[in-house]
């Protein structure tokens, strides 16, 4: 049982450049969520998913896609990387929509030139 | 809108000393309150939560209660050790009628814990 997991762990991108961060769970949950961790901001939530087929914009989307086509994947996309999403980035997943634990994965760390 | 604040540190003690960390929090509905705690490299991990007012949430020497009186989620612990050096993290959950938003986190208090 692996848990989260993402990868990349660390990554460099030009201004402009697009990438995907890979996010996957094997905990068979439905939810699932990226964040965002920049120094004195705490997180804030970018897109999540209640579901395979199903997602919705959290606090901050713009400049980031994300798609769910089965449980247990979620990637997001940068079409067009800027240098304010140079940042840490989370994944997350839970058992149910409310009220139940979060796990998180280890993070991207994520450089825009 | 849903906010959380909390101190931000960092905060310095030593070894079994008593530690609070004070969470305050501003919701549109009813709330569930959580402390999450980060340690270096790694992910966050949920330390506590609490579902509803007058709850306590526990685990690891560590305490929390639901006040909604005074809108409050003070995170506590008797004797602290080194080990528990970290960033904490208080969060809040709200259902309304379209379902959770995701957790409102606070900035972050880094604990640092001197022998």
């Known amino acids: 049982n692996a848990g989260v997991t993402q990868t990349p762990k660390f990554q460099v991108l030009k201004t402009g450049q697009s990438m995907t961060l890979q996010c996957a769970q094997d905990m068979n949950h439905e939810y699932m969520s990226w964040y965002r961790q920049d120094p004195g901001m705490g997180l804030r939530l970018i897109h999540y998913s209640v579901g395979a087929g199903i997602t919705d914009q959290g606090e901050v989307p713009n400049g980031y896609n994300v798609s769910r086509s089965t449980t247990e994947d979620f990637p997001l996309r940068l079409l067009s990387a800027a240098p304010s999403q140079t940042s840490v980035y989370f994944c997350?997943?839970?058992?149910?929509?409310?009220?139940?634990?979060?796990?998180f994965g280890p993070g991207t760390r994520l450089l825009v030139l | 809108g849903n906010s959380v604040t909390q101190m931000e540190g960092p905060v310095t003690l030593s070894e079994e000393a008593f530690l609070t960390i004070n969470c305050t929090y501003t919701?549109?509905?009813?709330?569930?309150l959580f402390w999450y705690v980060q340690y270096p490299g790694e992910g966050l991990q949920l330390l506590l939560k609490?579902?509803?007012?007058?709850d306590k949430g526990s685990n690891k020497g560590f305490e929390a209660t639901y006040r909604k009186e005074t809108t409050s989620f003070h995170l506590e612990k008797g004797s602290v050790q080194v080990s528990d050096s970290a960033v904490y993290f208080c969060a809040l959950e709200v259902v309304s009628g379209g379902g959770a938003d995701g957790l409102t986190f606070g900035k972050g208090t880094h604990l640092i814990i001197q022998p």
């Open positions: 997350a997943s839970s058992s149910a929509e409310y009220q139940e634990t979060q796990y």
């Open positions: 919701a549109t509905g009813y709330p569930s």
């Open positions: 609490a579902t509803k007012a007058d």
